[in-house]
């Protein structure tokens, strides 16, 4: 009871000394479900490109994390050296794609540990997504490439038995030079990845030679 005297509900049955006040209709016992830290994605990238040549893959993607329309982070890598016959590249959130690479390092180092042995007898490319959908092909793209590079790509492998390393490596870089004219979220700066029987390499960074003469006749925009 106040000097008015009023009851005080909230502080009523409230907690002994050196303890915390448990609100009404609040509970302090920690969840048995996961944690939710975030619901949308935060920093992400855009497009994976990757292409099948005689003898291993090549993969690229630039080094953009976007946060929102903001190019807010330039210099993050998204591929990685899994071992030495295997890489990875990922889009969108990239908080995904650390934690992906912190278990696929953990296995890793637990496999050598264990002095696991794997052999490959053939080069391989494949895509997978959150939702497990897989698949394997000579050519793959993900994000706005999707769209703009994966024609392009499919344009020269498909009209030939093989295609070389140089050829795929040229390819690749035409394609990032097309996403970095056309997709408002990519960046002129990538690395590529290239795997074959000698190993694997990662190139990079580097940037592609642009041409923006024609940039005034594009009208409507503004």
Known sequence: MDPSGL??????????????????????????GPIKHTLNPM????SVLGVKFTGGVIIAADMLGSYGSLARFRNISR?????????????????????????????VYIKINAQLVILYFSSFLGYVDKLGVAYEAP?????????????????????????TKDEARALIERCLKVLYYRDAR?????????????????????????NWEIAHMVSGFE
């Open 139 to 163: 050519t793959v793209a993900t994000g706005f490439g999707a769209y703009l590079a994966q024609p392009l790509m499919r344009e020269v492998v498909e009209n030939k038995v093989e295609i």
């Open 43 to 46: 920093v992400t990238g855009t």
């Open 7 to 32: 009851k005080l509900n909230f502080w009523e049955n409230g907690p002994k000394p050196g303890q915390f006040y448990s609100f009404p209709g609040s509970s302090l016992a920690p969840g048995c």
């Open 79 to 107: 591929l990685m050296k899994v071992n030495d016959t295997t890489i990875l590249g990922a889009s969108g959130d990239y908080a995904d794609y650390q934690y992906m690479k912190q278990i696929i390092e953990q296995m």
């Open 186 to 210: 990519s960046y002129n700066r990538h690395e590529i990845a290239i795997v074959t029987e000698e190993g694997v390499e990662i190139v990079g960074p580097m940037s592609c030679e642009t």
